[in-house]
């Protein structure tokens, strides 16, 4: 079991050096204003005229959706929700310090792949964040997205760490990128937060989103909820492609042509964290992608489900963050969705497109 290194001395809330651009985080309990989420439920009952989209690809109606299991962990274990979520926020928080003093100045850029970016504020922002992480919970086990994994796979605990997802948006100063920070208990997600940069040049911002397991989704302390909007027609969807141009980019490509011809359109930002934050935020419905890592994934799946959302793979089936695919939803377009992502989904496994579990440590205990 994982064991709190937690004092009240240990972690200070402020900090003193904090970007003015970076609020103070207070988790309000007041309800969101109505101008913060609309309340999609108000307008249902007037006539409004609808615009006649193109019929060749409509998807069926689903009057009662299907429920989908739960990804995220029943409990966040032995340690207090407040004081896990306090760490993980104020680790998000730091590499966020990091990201913001190197966000106007030049790129140090290097590759990993081809196209695969990776900077020195990469590296240093999760640098910043290993060092929270470890001064409050030392036997915890790590995966970050630079440094690999560290610690004892004995832990019930998994932090995942993207110290900032979308580097190429980052290095062109394009404003779609974020620092992650997810922890698993017994490998199911049990708290998350997201700090997204937004803005752009001469006006960078943030804004921190945050979900503790049964204890709702949040930004900028305001409880956020997925929208309900139910007609594909009246969607914005959000994709993303990976690195390697091979079937499974292929089928997406697919599946992003067929979505744009019946939904009010498909974006691809690329950053999966924020993608997954705006899901829960209610400005777009859906986001799938197939070949993210767990660090990719851990923060923003908790904070769609718990903004009331609905999480599975790409074919449907019971997702966890090691899974090889994955399609954040609403929750009440999830069946329509997966009419078209699904069969799509099961030919690539006809064509042996691996789709079992990776990056999961060894030994790491898990309850699935």
Not at 159 to 164: A, K, N, R, Y
Request: glycine share 8%.
């Amino acid at each position: 079991m994982g064991r709190s290194l937690l004092s009240s001395t240990v972690i200070p809330v402020r900090f003193p050096q904090i970007p003015k651009s970076i609020p103070p985080f207070n988790r309000s309990i007041h309800p969101i204003p109505p101008t913060f989420a609309p309340n999609y439920q108000r307008i249902r009952g007037f006539s409004i005229p609808t615009k006649t989209f193109c019929t060749k690809a409509v998807l069926s109606e689903s009057p009662n959706p299907k429920r989908y299991p739960k990804m995220g962990s029943d409990s966040v274990g032995p340690i207090p929700p407040s004081q896990l979520i306090q760490v993980v926020e104020h680790a998000a928080n730091t590499g966020a310090q990091v990201v913001m003093e190197a966000v106007n100045k030049p790129r140090n850029v290097t590759y990993k792949g081809l196209t695969d970016l990776v900077t020195d504020t990469d590296k240093m922002s999760e640098a910043a964040i290993l060092e929270v992480v470890r001064k409050n919970f030392g036997d915890h086990l790590i995966l970050g997205e630079e440094g690999g994994l560290i610690g004892d796979t004995s832990s019930d605990y998994l932090w995942c760490i993207d110290p900032l997802d979308g580097t190429t948006n980052f290095a062109h100063c394009y404003p779609s990128f974020a620092v992650s920070v997810g922890v698993l208990f017994r490998g199911k997600p049990a708290a998350a937060a997201v700090v997204e940069f937004v803005g752009g040049p001469m006006c960078w911002n943030t804004r921190i989103f945050s979900a503790t397991t049964g204890g709702g989704a949040f930004c900028n302390g305001q409880k956020i909820h997925a929208s309900q909007t139910d007609l594909v027609e009246q969607s914005l969807l959000v994709t993303g492609f990976g690195y390697e141009h091979d079937d499974a980019w292929a089928t997406n490509i697919d599946l992003f042509k067929e979505f744009t011809d019946v939904s009010r359109g498909v974006r691809r930002l690329g950053a999966a964290a924020v993608d997954m934050c705006h899901v829960a935020l209610g400005i777009v419905e859906a986001y799938w992608e197939y070949r993210l890592k767990p660090w990719d994934m851990a923060a923003g799946v908790l904070i769609v489900e718990e903004a009331g959302g609905t999480v599975t793979c790409m074919d449907g089936g019971k997702f966890c963050v090691f899974d090889r695919s994955v399609l954040v939803s609403n929750g009440v377009l999830h069946s329509k969705l997966l009419e078209r992502i699904g069969p799509a989904t099961e030919k690539l496994k006809k064509k042996g497109i691996d789709f079992s579990l990776w990056y999961k440590p060894e030994n790491y205990n898990t309850d699935f």
